[in-house]
């Protein structure tokens, strides 16, 4: 169970990190789209969805192009700061988060389209701006949803293989997380060490799917599924 350990904890750092990133990007923009019309707007919600469709090599090139060395973002943060994201662990969770963006994204937004305008107007009545409407109302009525999506989040993040493999690598205690390991064993003929890893990733996944399941069941919505 040891050497199946590491590239568990690592994964889960990397999928923790990744459901925070979608979840405040998820949320903002689920939010953005359920209460603002103006044009374009499908638009704007196909181009949000695209990584649930898109193939993850596609998504990892696109994002070597961005976060490269001879990106824009990643000339920008490698001159300004001197900080890489290619070959790393954040890097990893940059990729997770944008394959499990629209999960969250998808969620919240139903989520926020399923809050009674008329509460909202009764909390503008009272006196309450906007943003006490928001953390009052809007949101403790909407989080079992959003709550729903950011485990479907993580639980896709913890399976991301083709985006996390083109921009962090394989690289053993680093960015090898728990897909690519399994990958690794499976081609090396360890069959012992697969088997282990393969048992942590079903069980973690199953147990956040019946939570996210129990929530919106709960919460009478409808999220994407993985």
């Not at 701006?129 to 109302?137: D, G, H, M």
Request: glycine share 10%; hydrophobic share 60%.
């Amino acid at each position: 169970m040891g050497s199946a350990a590491i590239p568990l904890l690592l994964t889960l750092k990397v999928a923790a990190t990744a459901t925070v990133l979608a979840l405040l990007l998820g949320v903002l923009a689920g939010l953005a789209l359920a209460r603002w019309r103006f044009p374009g707007r499908d638009g704007v919600d196909a181009v949000l969805l695209l990584p649930m469709v898109l193939p993850p090599t596609v998504l990892g090139y696109y994002l070597l192009v961005v976060l490269g060395s001879q990106g824009a973002l990643g000339a920008w943060l490698d001159q300004t700061f001197g900080i890489r994201l290619i070959f790393t662990w954040q890097g990893a969770a940059i990729a997770s988060a944008v394959v499990a963006f629209p999960l969250v994204f998808k969620a919240a937004r139903t989520a926020f389209e399923s809050v009674d305008p008329d509460l909202e107007k009764a909390g503008r009545s009272l006196g309450y701006p906007e943003w006490a409407v928001l953390l009052r109302i809007t949101v403790p009525l909407a989080w079992r949803g959003i709550a729903a999506g950011a485990m479907l989040a993580f639980a896709r993040a913890m399976g991301e293989f083709g985006a996390t493999l083109m921009v962090a690598g394989n690289i053993p205690g680093r960015t090898q997380t728990i897909s690519i390991a399994i990958y690794e064993a499976v081609h090396a003929g360890e069959d012992a060490l697969a088997n282990q890893l393969v048992l942590l990733a079903s069980v973690t996944c199953i147990v956040l799917l019946v939570a996210a399941a129990a929530l919106v069941r709960r919460g009478h919505l409808a999220v994407v599924p993985v």
